[in-house]
């Protein structure tokens, strides 16, 4: 839920900054802005029109039948031509200024989606974790949404203004008093909206902000389902949730006797305007100053045009939202800093790739080191156990070895190349991360395997029973072809760990780095899928893998150990307990949780993990 | 059994139906609404009366044939703007007493919702539908509270209008008003085959955006997949198509909208060209005095005020669709039975002091799927400290629910003290009777607050004094901020050790008879594995407790140990005696000592 944003009062800025807004779309939309505005146009004229038809058709074919009890069908067809095409052409008008607006507000919203998810790809990781999830998922769907909601009222507002000039003019032109004792309603209506807008927005940015809190409590009371229903505090939780709904449904109902207030003096005014007219032109008929004609001439066109005036109300209310949601939207793809890349591809061969990671060291910008010095190299095909206490920089180190990010200082080299001079995509082909919590697209299992490479299935299934996955999959309802992600099957933990394992195992990559990637997933079958990894024999992919458990340690070759960023020792794990007194004893508390697997495959398991990666 | 865990969408429910029984659920609503109707049709009257007085003063006032009337402009104009003023205050009061009873009738659907949302399966079961849940009572409720007040207002007033005018027209001329309605009855008969057509692409336009959000979020959520795959083209590509269709979906429901809104325009000129030719027709053939050029004028001057409510009021029928679908879905939730139903005075409350358990042939399956669990006999003597062993997806975090009553089984009987569970009173079970889940939920406030949840009147001295019985008082005291530490969203500011502590903590707090467990798994710090161990150990002193085991030490160090596989007890007795029968818990045993001895 996106917070509540204060959405301050149209002031002078945000009016022109809103027109500013406007101005962006109207560039990058001429044609379809053009048509809807026409439109918008015709529809404000042929209303117009619309009287002088039945003005034309009394004058020359309704009041001559009468006067001569004889009547031509001539005249009787041009009626109905008239009206006709009148309105059809009036439909026209309406059809395109509807889906004008539309088309054009769709494309927009389309054209900064696409340029902001654009973005999102492009930026490197390092920026993604200085933005959180929630801010960069809506701007790229409520900010681009706010952005360009005036774009739908738009067209009607240029009509109106059209129209307006043009009744206004006609009223000048038919009687000067008569048109500026109406146009007094003009300034009334302007001032009765402004302390309208002025009194409802403060009410408005409450309500929005106790729609954000309700929505709060909501989403917490049911995330917290189980610890709510085991301790039976419904009725508490009721009451929270009550309380919010309560103060909501107060400021409504707040905003609503405003509301009730002003809409039938907005619509009184032109009606008490029109009155004022006829009793002026009544006397102004007296006097001779004018003749009856241009009192309903004036009085009539004063009613068409004062209602639509709130139409421009209605485009300048959506400006605050507009322009806050067009500069967040503006301040993603303004910025900078994507990753540069060399030009080197690496040979691909069967075997193993040589890791070496030299005098690294990392920080977050304006943090404190994370990484420091770091230097240890893999030789291929061997398997090397990452083991730290928690927040050692373990995660830290798995990402610079996929190039998530790049080292502060020193470098990390592929067979002997720094991962800065490879080519864009070409590490992909060598290196497969795991991380701790497995992401899954909204795509069907294979998808997610082979993302999108032509792999045969053979190819899957076999990545699939080395990651122990093979099972579970075979037991949904389409296999391979099952949807998964938010509208497919709910898979637990365990079972999104193994096939996120898959995943990389489907690419033999070079080098595999695991980053503590199968703690939610049972010891036995953990023991199966390590098993499974280590005697592949054909090609011994170089492995690094970030272990809590004495399973995994008893994989490797070799333990780097790990404490405050910097490496400890490095050395098989049984010269590491002879002569690391640090490392004995966080390998020996870790006995305890030797068998400490998740629950996953219970189709009750609560609170599976949540979708996502935090590299952080 | 029900299948309450899919959740009931409503979209079976007619239109009317959801109506009425929306009013039902929402008694609010039909407070003071023949006062609300009284102003309605004061205000709609006002709004037939203004526009005549106009005419009439046009044509008689200013418009006289021997020159304007003064008097009768000044006194039509008067009367006239005394009836604006009546018709401002009558819409005044219709508008806030509308506001008034919608806003408080939702507020109460939103509740017992809200209320009835954390008895439904669903919640604990499918985690990933929350968001759907969440939405219910928030959006889907707003859509409804716009509609009933400006829906309300506007159809009220414009089928008032409609009537109002009708009557006006026939007092003038019968047959024109026939006319009229002819001219606008294809309309009338076409808005069902638009709303039809309109529902049904503005349900496309919505799934095609749960699709676009969905795909949205994996460069932002999945950044790290997508980078180290180097799959950023794909990803582009899922995300450009699922853009496109969205547009295409909106683009299509916005044209079908502005063709019937443009329908209206098109029957109002048919009208009016009707009105002129029948009524010249009428003047020039029938019996003379039967129609007059000032009927026919006047008559084409009440056609306005026809048209006018049309155009607007079919306009609200289409705003109307997506306000009763959100209706609809709101009442889904309420008309979800919920599975386990509280017995409430007419049950047994559960004895004081340790509770025995028994299963009784307990067998569970989850709706449509297959059978968990098959025939379960279970005894467990009071104070005893049992840990339940097994494979994943062997069923012994279903044991638990059914423990807890979190669900029914589908046959056999679970009883607490020989009660069936049943007919315990929740009052008295959730007092009795406390699950410990998985991961420690901590809601965001004060570590306090989240402490007390377990019981509600526990002052600081109950909360430390709990602490120094489990020995986490030394760490509480660490704290910098002690009891006022904000644990933030969902206990994120404190490690998941931390958010165990405080768990436990509640849990001691709440004093149960039976204690649940379901141990955690996350990894954590040893030294905190450490104290999460002890205080797990002074926690289940003096109670029943039954733990759901993923660690070979935790079975090791209770009571009993039960093994369950493939859905039924294979195996019981103490950890000792367990190894020495071999069979599953040999296997599992077995498996553990091997990973152990592969280190040196």
Redesign the interface.
């Known amino acids: 839920m996106s917070a509540a944003r204060p959405t301050q009062p149209a002031h002078a800025g945000t009016l022109r900054d809103g027109f500013r807004v406007l101005g962006v779309a109207i560039r990058r939309e001429p044609g379809i802005f053009t048509l809807s505005t026409l439109g918008s146009v015709l529809f404000g004229a042929l209303t117009v029109a619309?009287a002088s038809?039945?003005g034309w058709?009394?004058d020359h074919?309704?009041?001559p039948?009468?006067r001569d009890?004889?009547?031509r069908a001539g005249g009787?067809l041009t009626?109905?031509a008239?009206?006709?095409a009148?309105?059809?052409l009036?439909?026209?008008g309406?059809?395109a200024?509807?889906?004008g607006a539309?088309?054009m507000q769709?494309?927009m919203?389309?054209h900064y989606?696409?340029a902001v998810?654009?973005q999102?790809?492009?930026l490197p990781?390092s920026w993604?974790q200085q933005h959180p999830?929630g801010q960069?998922?809506s701007n790229?769907?409520s900010d681009v949404e706010a952005a360009w909601a005036p774009i739908a009222p738009l067209p009607m507002a240029v009509g109106t203004v059209a129209m307006m000039v043009i009744a206004v003019s006609q009223m000048l032109l038919t009687d000067v008093v008569l048109a500026v004792v109406g146009l007094l309603v003009f300034p009334l209506v302007i001032v009765t909206n402004v302390v309208y807008q002025r009194l409802q927005s403060p009410l408005m940015t409450r309500a929005q902000a106790l729609?954000a809190e309700?929505?709060?409590v909501?989403?917490?009371?049911?995330?917290?389902?189980?610890?709510?229903?085991?301790?039976?505090?419904?009725g508490?939780?009721?009451e929270r949730?009550?309380e919010k709904?309560?103060r909501?449904?107060d400021v409504?109902?707040r905003a609503?006797?405003v509301?009730?207030?002003f809409?039938?003096?907005l619509?009184?005014l032109p009606?008490?305007g029109?009155?004022a007219v006829?009793?002026v032109?009544?006397?102004r008929?007296?006097h001779g100053s004018t003749d009856?004609?241009n009192?309903?001439t004036v009085?009539y066109l004063l009613t068409i045009v004062s209602f639509p005036i709130r139409s421009l109300g209605w485009l300048v209310g959506e400006f605050p939202r507009s322009v806050v949601g067009f500069e967040r939207v503006q301040s993603v793809l303004d910025a900078t800093g994507e990753m540069t890349y060399g030009e080197r591809v690496l040979s691909r061969s069967s075997s193993g790739a040589r890791l070496d990671v030299r005098g690294v060291g990392y920080s977050y910008v304006g943090g404190p080191p994370l990484l420091r010095e770091l230097t240890f190299t893999v030789a291929p095909g061997r398997t090397v156990a990452v083991v730290g206490?928690?927040a050692s920089g373990k995660s830290t180190l798995t990402?610079l070895l996929?190039r998530?990010v790049d080292p502060v200082d020193g470098q990390v080299l592929l067979d002997g190349a720094d991962l800065r001079e490879l080519a864009?995509?070409a590490?992909?082909d060598h290196?497969?991360?795991v991380?701790q919590q497995a992401?899954l697209?909204?795509?069907t299992v294979r998808g997610n395997v082979t993302?999108?490479e032509d792999v045969p299935d053979e190819r899957v299934w076999e990545a699939l029973r080395q990651a122990q996955a093979d099972g579970f999959v075979a037991a949904l309802p389409a296999g391979l072809d099952s949807r998964l992600?938010?509208?497919g099957t709910?898979l637990s933990g365990?079972q999104r760990q193994r096939l996120?394992l898959a995943?990389a195992l489907v690419?033999r990559p070079r080098l595999l780095v695991m980053d503590?990637a199968t703690?939610?997933v049972?010891?036995?079958?953990e023991?199966r899928i390590l098993a499974a990894l280590r005697g592949d024999g054909r090609d011994d992919a170089t492995v690094l893998v970030v272990a809590?458990?004495?399973?995994t340690?008893?994989l490797a070759d070799e333990v780097v150990h790990l404490r405050d960023g910097r490496v400890v020792d490095q050395g098989p794990?049984?010269e590491l307990?002879e002569r690391s007194p640090g490392y004995a004893e966080?390998?020996n508390?870790?006995?305890?949780?030797?068998?400490?697997?998740?629950?996953?495959?219970?189709?009750?398991?609560?609170?599976?993990p949540e979708?996502?990666?935090r590299?952080r | 059994m029900s299948t309450a865990s899919s959740m009931d969408s409503g979209e079976s429910i007619s239109a009317l139906r959801t109506i009425a029984r929306g009013i039902e659920l929402s008694p609010e609503l039909k407070d003071g609404f023949a006062g609300t109707m009284a102003f309605a049709v004061v205000s709609t009257l006002g709004r037939i009366v203004?526009p005549v007085a106009?005419q009439q003063?046009?044509d008689r006032?200013?418009?006289a044939g021997g020159?304007?009337?003064?008097a009768f402009?000044?006194v039509v104009?008067a009367l006239?703007?005394v009836a604006?003023?009546l018709?401002?205050?009558a819409?005044?009061?219709?508008?806030?007493r509308l506001?008034?009873s919608a806003?408080?009738g939702?507020?109460t659907l939103?509740?017992k919702a809200?209320?009835h949302?954390?008895?439904l399966p669903l919640?604990?079961?499918?985690?990933?539908r929350?968001g759907a849940?969440?939405s219910r009572?928030?959006s889907d409720v707003?859509q409804v509270?716009q509609f009933l007040?400006f829906g309300g207002i506007i159809s009220i007033v414009s089928v008032g209008q409609i009537l109002i005018a009708t009557v006006l027209m026939a007092v003038y001329s019968w047959q024109l008003t026939i006319v009229v309605w002819v001219c606008f009855l294809p309309l009338f008969a076409s808005l069902r085959f638009f709303q039809q057509r309109l529902s049904a692409a503005y349900g496309v336009v919505r799934q095609q955006v749960?699709?676009?959000?969905?795909?949205?979020?994996?460069?932002?959520?999945?950044?790290?997949?997508?980078?180290?795959?180097?799959?950023?083209r794909?990803?582009?590509d899922?995300?450009?198509e699922a853009?496109?269709r969205?547009?295409q979906a909106?683009?299509k429901a916005?044209?079908l909208?502005?063709?019937s809104?443009?329908?209206g325009?098109?029957s109002?000129?048919?009208a009016?060209?009707g009105v002129?030719?029948i009524?010249?027709?009428l003047?020039?053939h029938a019996s003379s005095g039967t129609m007059?050029?000032g009927k026919?004028?006047a008559f084409?001057f009440l056609v306005t005020l026809f048209v006018g409510p049309v155009q607007v009021g079919t306009q609200v029928l289409t705003d109307a669709q997506n306000a009763i679908a959100g209706w609809r879905r709101v009442i889904g939730i309420l008309d979800t039975p919920a599975d386990v139903v509280d017995p409430g005075e007419d049950g047994v409350p559960l004895p004081a002091g340790p509770v025995a358990i028994e299963f009784a042939g307990v067998g569970f399956a989850?709706p449509g799927?297959t059978p968990?669990l098959h025939d379960v006999d279970l005894h467990v003597a009071p104070d005893t400290r049992l840990a339940v062993v097994g494979?994943?997806?062997?069923?012994?975090?279903?044991l638990a629910?059914l423990l807890?009553r979190?669900?029914d089984p589908t046959s056999g009987t679970v009883r607490l003290d020989g009660v069936d569970l049943r007919r315990v009173p929740?009052?008295s079970?959730?007092?009795r009777v406390?699950?410990?889940?998985?991961?420690g939920?901590?809601?965001?406030a004060t570590l306090r607050a989240n402490a007390r949840?377990?019981r509600?009147e526990a002052e600081d001295a109950d909360i430390w004094r709990a602490a120094e019985e489990l020995g986490l008082s030394d760490w509480l005291e660490s704290l910098p901020r002690g009891l006022d530490t904000r644990v933030g969203?969902?206990g994120e500011s404190l490690?998941a050790g931390e958010r165990q502590l405080v768990?436990l903590l509640?849990a001691h707090l709440?004093d149960p008879d039976l204690l649940?467990l379901?141990e955690a798994?996350?990894?954590?710090?040893?030294?905190l594995?450490?104290r999460i161990?002890r205080a797990l150990e002074r926690l289940t002193k003096g109670r029943t407790s039954v733990t759901?085991a993923?660690?070979?030490?935790t079975a090791e160090q209770a009571d009993e140990v039960v093994v369950v596989d493939r859905g039924r007890v294979v195996q019981r007795g103490p950890h000792a005696a367990l190894v020495a029968e071999g069979g599953v818990y040999g296997r599992?045993h077995a498996?553990?000592v091997?990973?152990?001895a592969?280190?040196?």
């Open positions: 619309d038809v039945l058709s009394t074919v309704v009041q039948a009468f009890g004889d009547v009787l009626i109905v008239l009206f006709v009148v309105a059809l009036r439909a026209v309406i059809v200024r509807r889906l539309g088309v769709y494309r919203q389309a989606r696409r998810t654009r999102y790809l492009r990781v993604h999830t960069l998922l790229a769907n729609r309700l929505s709060e909501a989403h917490e009371s049911f995330d917290g389902a189980m610890v709510v229903k085991s301790l039976g505090r419904e508490e939780e009721t949730f009550a709904a309560h909501l449904r409504d109902v609503g006797r509301r009730a207030a809409d039938p003096v619509e009184a009606n008490l029109v009155l006829l009793l032109g009544v006397l008929v007296d009856a004609g009192v309903v009085a206490p928690t990402s996929v998530l864009a995509g590490l992909a290196v497969a991360l991380p992401f697209f909204d795509d993302l999108g992600g938010e509208r709910t365990g996120s995943r690419r503590d703690s939610a049972d010891p036995e079958v023991a809590y458990r004495k399973a340690i008893a794990h049984a307990l966080l390998v508390a870790y006995e305890h949780e030797a068998d400490d697997p998740g629950d996953p495959g219970d189709p009750g398991d609560p609170g599976g979708a996502q990666v590299v | 203004v106009v003063t046009l006032g200013v418009g020159g304007p009337d003064l402009t000044g104009a006239a703007a604006v003023l018709t401002a205050l819409s005044y009061q219709m508008t806030y506001f008034r806003e408080r939702l507020a939103r509740i809200f209320r949302v954390h008895d919640l604990t079961q499918d985690t990933e929350r849940l969440v009572v928030t707003d509270s007040i749960g699709v676009m959000l969905s795909k949205v979020s994996e460069p932002v959520v999945g950044a790290a997949t997508v980078r180290s795959y180097a799959i950023e794909r990803t582009q899922r995300i450009d853009i496109d969205y547009q909106s683009t916005q044209g909208t502005a063709f809104f443009s329908l325009g098109v109002a000129g048919l009016n060209a002129l030719v009524g010249v027709l003047g020039v007059t050029l026919v004028l084409a989850y799927g968990v494979e994943t997806g062997s069923g012994k975090t279903t629910k807890t979190l669900m929740f009052a079970l959730r007092e406390v699950l410990v889940p998985q991961e939920f901590l809601f965001d949840y377990g509600l969203q969902r490690s768990a509640r709440a649940v379901d798994t996350s990894a954590v710090d040893p030294a594995e450490m161990g759901i993923h660690r070979m030490s599992l498996s553990w091997a990973q152990q592969s280190l040196p």
